[in-house]
């Protein structure tokens, strides 16, 4: 029988938290949601090679573990046979952010999914088949996620202003080349940064891409030639703001696919830094995985709220 399964990393001492432990119990209550708590990639896979179709599969951590569970899940075949759920409990919890989950208290995120709903969601695909929930970027962002890591654990959040700041200033960008679905985009120099993905936030809440939809089909695309030191300043700080693609040398468009070519550049994929190369791409992946997302009313903006997030009014009980 399905059943509503809840996954922890030992390793962050995850289920010893006081907050945790309140979600556990409202979960379990409501769905008599068990806690299994994995030390690595094998335990992963044990877990979820083993639970029943149409489970419920909650990550209880950061966008790092429900990107490790997406992964797990596209290597075992199972990504579209169980229902994915999300209480946060990291550091950026980016995803968590476009799709409306509370981030500040876990009791109160778990609470959302009681009454959540079930969604298709998108997943992007890197050139070797890799799966992406968020968002990946060549250029300026994979170099801020570098500078980034040693003021993380001491910073939270603000490290990665920190790194954007330091990358702003010691990296100059990359030549290349973009092409958005088979068609080239015209050159203005030096790249500083190619931006693919579903989620609209990354490094602990910057708006990246800040009209991405993960269930819209289709993938949204920001590449920027901010090439002058101080533009680059000015970029890294309007990023923050997700006022970035109002700039004249920001290009911002929806797509099925895009490649880049040219200087061999790190990426960045759901934070994780992979090697530089000189060729990237990446295409979407339409309704890939099923996810509860919160209850969203038409009442709240589409600038706050991804317009495949927005549901029905919430049913009411009768007095």
Known sequence: MAGWVA???????????????????????????????????????????????DSVVVTLGGDGSLHAIVVVLDELGRLGDVVLALVPHGTGNDFARTIGMDRDDSAAAAEQLLDARETSLDLVRD???????????????????????????????????????????????FSGSVVIDDDPVPSRGRIIQVA?????????????????????????VAISWSHPRLRRLVYA???????????DDVEYRRATSVAVSGDAVPGSLDGEVCAPSSSHRW???PGA??????????????????????????PTSSA
């Open 7 to 53: 996954i922890a990393n030992a390793n962050a001492g995850t289920s010893s938290d006081a907050e945790v432990a309140a979600a556990m119990t409202l979960l379990h209550e409501a769905h008599g949601a068990r806690l299994v708590e994995t030390k690595d990639t094998d335990d992963l896979r044990d877990v979820l090679s083993s639970v029943a179709d």
């Open 283 to 285: 295409t979407i992946e």
């Open 196 to 220: 693919v993905g579903n989620g609209r936030y990354i490094g602990g809440g910057a708006p990246l891409l800040p009209e991405a939809d993960p269930g819209d089909g289709l993938l949204d």
């Open 127 to 173: 050139a070797r088949g890799r799966p992406v929930v968020n968002a990946v970027h060549v250029g300026i962002g994979a170099e801020a996620a570098v500078e980034a890591s040693p003021w993380k654990k001491a910073l939270g959040p603000v490290g990665y202003a920190v790194g954007a700041i330091i990358s702003g200033v010691k990296h100059q960008g």
């Open 289 to 314: 995985f099923r996810m509860l997302v919160p209850w969203q009313t038409a009442h709240e903006t589409a600038e706050d709220v991804p317009r495949s997030m927005v549901g029905p009014a919430q």
């Open 237 to 247: 700080w309007r990023l923050r703001k997700g006022r970035h693609p109002q700039r």
